[in-house]
């Protein structure tokens, strides 16, 4: 037997030797060296971060009650790849789904080039499950939240919606959207190789998502409602073409109710039609007509130009620069204190006394009444309305703004003017928002509402005192409501066309007022959009009268004492 | 002593798979809990309740009294409306 060359062995020892080096440093290098790389790779590959979406915030009613809440959903999604016949999983999912699915592009979807095609999102959870139990292949499930308006089509123009992805997009939803969203979580969990199934004991941290605050508004849900099913009614029995009803409480300056007809389900807004998803109480100006009246007496009797027991001569029409003005119906020349001519709602003698104050205090109170600037309530798209600057008036301007026509405002506006009357002469800034309640479920109240003195106390009583005439003997009886004494004003404001000038025909109908007069709790603002019955006592002073009825017995009104009438040619000698 | 490390590994994996178990109902309890939130909200919306009223025959009142204590004299304020207070 040959003994191997010892030369033979040793060199075969020493490769031995080599690769064992070889192998120890390349161990070395990945164990030591660069273990730490090796261990981060790692580490991704099984450890997964989750963003963990929050829990957006209810939006309430003043007593709690929820408008707006968030609600469990699924949102159904494909991988085509794993999807086995696309014809019939697509049949199956639209039969689970509803008629709303087109077959034939479900299927286009499930046999798309991508691993990741939606098939329904915020599916409800019912729909989710039966199609799960299908076990169809290549359809998986997502949680996610959907948000739900329980009362449906309930002050929607107030709340606003929220779009796919739950960002609001409208209304107090888009306005108060980064209190309500929250701040996402995130959990950080290691999962095994299908990336299915959490490995046991394996890394699991999370930090939680932090909810989104609940709004508490100042809108009264019930009430609400009642304001919105006499808004339609009367809508409906004048014919008109819509109309927008708000109620506040002058002393706080909430904002009760608020509504606009036509009107939506936020549930469902792509339903709705081309601008009703707009917010007309405060994003939509029009001429005020007789309501406006209010401020030119106001300042005539603030600046002390019109003595209450002076009798004017009223013609019924007169000439201003090319224009004819004239009151709504023929009469003689008559005379009118300034108590007759808002009760009567005579234009010309809104007129005569407007001449009185001169334009630059006429256009300084309707500033300080809050005409032409935004009521600060914030709410998205609130418009300014429209008050001509001094040095753009023409000669018309004095004469037709003393009875609004030439200017523009939002209901939200109008209902304030009377409000700082009802309130002593006090502008009480208008709100949709009393506070909000924190995850933890302390109640966080809004700032109290910006006062300002527009009025003296003498001055915004005795014009308490001419509207509660104007509806127990003038152009308002149609608002009066029995055992109480009711204060306010109709307004028949003609519409301007685009290219200048009024249709004819077209007006809107307001009556905006308060009760009970001596001792105001509520202040109501109704107006209707070209209603066919023309005018502001006809057709809005009834709603008016409705909506105060159901105030009454939602609010608990009680009658107060009764405030003195002003003087009239009846009583003045 | 690996025994001891397999025993002690065996009773982690069952705490946790046991804190799973845990969360998932708590995770189902709370749905359940928003879930009837949800239903209670629908239920009691006053369009709904309207519209059970009205097919039970039931309407508004046509009038609406305020009566008076008999030392008070009519048409003095009974109280103060109060918004918060209406249910």
Redesign the interface.
């Known amino acids: 037997m040959n003994r191997p060359q010892l030369g033979r062995l040793v060199a075969l020892a020493l490769a031995l030797v080599v690769a064992m080096g070889v192998i120890v440093v390349r161990l070395a290098i990945l164990q030591v060296s660069r273990a730490g790389a090796f261990q981060a790779i790692a580490f991704d590959q099984r450890v997964h971060p989750i963003e963990l979406a929050p829990w957006r915030g209810q939006i309430v009613d003043?007593?709690r009650?929820?408008l707006a809440?968030s609600?469990?959903a699924t949102d159904i999604y494909a991988d085509p790849r794993y999807v086995e016949d696309a014809w019939t999983t697509s049949q199956r999912l639209a039969e689970a789904l509803g008629e709303d699915v087109d077959v034939e592009e479900l299927v286009d979807d499930l046999t798309a080039d991508t691993s990741f095609v939606f098939v329904a999102r915020q599916a409800e959870n019912a729909v989710a499950e039966r199609i799960d139990a299908m076990g169809l292949p290549g359809i998986g499930f997502l949680d996610v939240s959907a948000r739900?308006y329980?009362?449906?089509?309930?002050a929607p123009h107030v709340l606003g919606f929220v779009d796919i992805d739950g960002n609001g997009i409208s209304g107090l939803e888009y306005q108060y959207d980064s209190l309500l969203a929250g701040t996402p979580g995130e959990r950080i969990i290691e999962l095994d190789p299908s990336r299915l199934h959490?490995i046991?004991?394996g890394v699991?941290r999370e930090r939680p998502p932090v909810p989104g605050s609940d709004l508490v508004t100042t809108i009264?849900?019930?009430?609400?409602?009642?304001v919105q099913?006499g808004l339609e009614e009367y809508v409906e029995r004048n014919r008109a073409r819509g109309g927008t009803v708000v109620v506040m409480?002058r002393r706080t300056g909430?904002v009760?109710a608020m509504a606009t007809y036509p009107w939506f389900d936020p549930n469902d807004p792509a339903a709705a039609k081309e601008g009703e998803w707009r917010n007309r109480a405060i994003t939509d100006v029009f001429e005020p007509g007789s309501t406006n009246k209010v401020i030119t007496a106001a300042c005539a009797l603030e600046e002390d130009v019109i003595d209450l027991e002076e009798r004017l001569s009223v013609p019924w029409k007169m000439d201003v620069g090319p224009f004819t003005i004239h009151d709504s119906h023929p009469h003689p020349v008559q005379p009118m204190t300034i108590g007759d001519i808002l009760a009567q709602s005579s234009n010309i003698g809104a007129v005569q006394v407007a001449e009185r104050l001169g334009p630059t205090r006429m256009s300084r109170c309707l500033s300080r009444f809050g005409l032409g600037h935004q009521t600060g309530i914030a709410f998205p798209g609130e418009d300014e309305g429209i008050v001509p600057p001094l040095w753009q008036w023409t000669d018309s301007s004095l004469p037709t703004m003393a009875y609004g026509q030439g200017i523009a405002v939002t209901p939200l506006q109008m209902i304030s003017v009377f409000s700082t009357i009802a309130n002593d002469g006090v502008w009480v800034q208008p709100r949709l928002v009393r506070g909000t309640i924190d995850p933890g479920g302390t109640f966080h109240r809004a700032a109290d509402a910006i006062r300002r003195r527009v009025v003296s106390v003498e001055t915004a009583r005795t014009v308490t005192s001419m509207l509660a005439l104007a509806v127990d003997e003038g152009t308002g009886s149609g608002a009066s409501i029995?055992?109480y004494q009711v204060a306010g004003k109709t307004g028949t404001a003609r519409i301007p066309r685009p290219q200048g000038g009024y249709y004819t025909g077209r007006s809107i109908a307001s009556f905006i007022g308060f009760l009970p007069a001596g001792?105001p709790?509520?202040v109501i603002a109704a107006i209707l959009d070209r209603p066919t019955t023309v005018y502001g006592g006809i057709a809005a002073a009834p709603l008016f009268q409705t909506i105060a009825?159901y105030a009454?017995?939602?609010?608990?009104?009680?009658?107060?004492?009764?405030v003195v009438y002003p003087p009239t040619v009846r009583t003045v000698r | 002593m690996v025994l001891a490390l397999v025993a002690l590994?065996t009773l982690?994996?069952q705490s946790?798979?046991r804190i799973?178990d845990l969360n998932a109902r708590i995770d189902t309890l709370a749905?359940r809990n928003?879930?009837l939130?949800?239903e209670h909200?629908?239920m009691?919306?006053?369009?709904r309740i309207?519209d059970w009223a009205r097919r039970n025959g039931m309407r508004l009142?046509d009038?609406?009294?305020?009566l008076h204590a008999h030392d008070e004299p009519a048409?003095?304020?009974?109280?103060?409306?109060?918004?918060?207070?209406?249910?």
């Open positions: 003043r007593t009650e929820p809440m609600v469990h739900s329980p009362a449906g089509p309930l959490r046991a004991g699991d009264d849900r019930d009430f609400q409602y009642q099913a409480d909430d009760l029995a055992g001792d709790d509520v009825r009454i017995e939602r609010l608990g009104i009680a009658p107060a004492e009764e | 590994n982690i994996a946790s798979f799973d749905r928003l879930q939130t949800s909200a629908k009691s919306a006053p369009g309207a009142p009038d609406i009294r305020f048409g003095s304020p009974a109280g103060v409306a109060d918004p918060d207070g209406a249910r």
